[in-house]
């Protein structure tokens, strides 16, 4: 790779911060919500944050394409490819619908199958994500300095993070009647990745399908701190599938309580 990988996250991290500010522009405003053929939300935020975004990608990277939320959804899905950046210029648009601040600007590179790279940032929490491999991920406050971030192992069972709107659904708790649940916590977007990395929960179970946009991001970070993200049925998540859909998946930190696998 002519670019450090390291350089390469700089880059993608001030990126994802401008997105972010753009977005917060739109989150100060009254603005309008349309939906998209699948029926999820999409604002002026979403969409000013994605231009942002894939210029500044195909400025610095020309030779990496962007597969992109709104993108796919205004031209159709692209082939599939071995390298590309996974975007998604605002998820949670529910939750900044709703303005809780639970949303996310979500950037990764994805090589062979695997994200390799990955920024996470929530610009109203003022919280940034951001790893390019193992033992790398970091989180930053406030638009502080770096602070190093690994997942933990449970001790005194497990501290589970979900979504507000799965909070109540049978099959999580279905699923979770077979695993020692310490406390479960709720919160918007991909930002629950970055909770586990950073040892503050020990996993996020989803079931319905997401898209791989959704997840690549959140995938690096949490890899990078030690944490896995799987299929249900035990494979590792993997990217550039045809639709570039994910099914369900678990996102883990690190394992070694009694009686998890």
């Known amino acids: 790779m002519s670019t450090d990988r390291h350089e390469m996250l700089d880059s993608v991290c001030r990126i994802a911060v401008e997105a972010g500010k753009a977005i917060l522009k739109v989150y100060s405003q009254e603005f309008d919500v349309r939906h998209k053929t699948d029926k999820t939300p999409v604002t002026a935020a979403d969409l000013a944050a994605e231009k942002i975004i894939v210029e500044r990608l195909m400025s610095a990277f020309p030779d990496i394409p962007c597969i992109a939320e709104e993108l796919c ?137 997401t898209m791989e946009w959704d997840t690549a991001a959140g995938q690096a970070v949490l890899e990078a701190a030690g944490g896995c993200v799987e299929t249900l049925a035990g494979a590792p998540l993997a990217y550039g599938k045809p639709g570039f859909k994910n099914d369900g998946f678990l996102a883990w930190g690190r394992r070694g309580l009694t009686g998890l696998a």
């Open 73 to 209: 959804e205004v031209e159709g899905m692209p082939p599939c490819c071995d390298r590309f950046w996974a975007v998604d210029p605002l998820d949670g648009t529910r939750e900044f619908v709703a303005r809780n601040g639970e949303f996310a600007v979500l950037i990764a590179l994805v090589e062979e199958g695997r994200p390799v790279l990955g920024v996470v940032h929530g610009p109203a929490v003022g919280v940034t994500y951001a790893a390019c491999g193992l033992g790398t991920a970091v989180r930053r406050r406030s638009g502080g300095r770096p602070e190093p971030i690994r997942a933990r192992r449970p001790a005194d069972g497990l501290v589970v993070i979900h979504s507000r709107s799965h909070e109540n659904s049978r099959r999580l708790g279905e699923f979770l009647a077979d695993y020692p649940v310490r406390e479960r916590k709720s919160c918007g977007s991909a930002l629950k990745f970055g909770v586990i990395a950073a040892g503050d929960a020990d996993l996020y179970p989803r079931f319905g399908t």
